[in-house]
């Protein structure tokens, strides 16, 4: 009886070569295709990556760029946002002149972020030299303010009466159009 095999051991070697097979069908028809899959899956993935990290490289650079032009720009963008007073301007600017009117005039502008407003002074001087102090005071001024050519200017005795039109951005009517 040394070729019998016992039943315990009949069960192991029947059990074994089972999970065997197992493992290999597993192996062949699982564990094999998703590898392949994972594979294509983790090449687009690396793409998608270095994309990401373009981006990201693209987005610092212009991020630091902007910051930099916001720095270099912060008085002009401070002029942008704030609104427009005619009352304060002819406060600040009448010390400059003896008469100062400022008229308002129809919207020239489709898009409403501009007005127009025609300004008309009178001064006592022979020379026009204070009515060019005057725009580059209205160059520093906290508004974004263009003058129109031509200015008129006009001999009245020893008075030089001049008018001209300016737009003046206001960012008040804008914001009003958009809430609409």
Do not use: C
């Not at 699982?30 to 983790?42: A, C, F, S």
């Not at 373009?54 to 760029?65: C, F, G, I, M, V």
């Amino acid at each position: 009886m040394k070729g019998h095999i016992n039943n315990q051991t009949l069960y192991l070697i029947f059990f074994s070569t089972l999970l065997l097979i197992i493992i290999f069908v597993f192996s062949f028809f699982v564990l094999i295709p998703k590898g392949k899959e994972y594979r294509l899956l983790r090449l687009e993935a690396m793409k998608e990556e270095k994309v990401v990290n373009q981006a990201r490289s693209d987005y610092k650079a212009t991020n630091e760029k902007l910051e930099k032009l916001q720095k270099n720009n912060a008085k002009t963008i401070k002029a942008y946002k704030t609104p427009f007073n005619p009352r304060k301007f002819t406060k600040v600017y009448a010390r400059e002149f003896q008469d100062l009117f400022l008229t308002e005039l129809s919207k020239a502008d489709e898009n409403g972020s501009f007005t127009v407003y025609e300004v008309n002074v009178t001064t006592k001087i022979t020379s026009p030299e204070s009515f060019y102090n005057f725009l580059e005071k209205i160059n520093k001024s906290n508004w974004i303010i263009g003058v129109n050519f031509p200015i008129h200017f006009e001999r009245d005795g020893d008075l030089i009466k001049s008018s001209f039109t300016m737009k003046v951005h206001n960012l008040e009517i804008k914001k009003e159009k958009e809430e609409d």
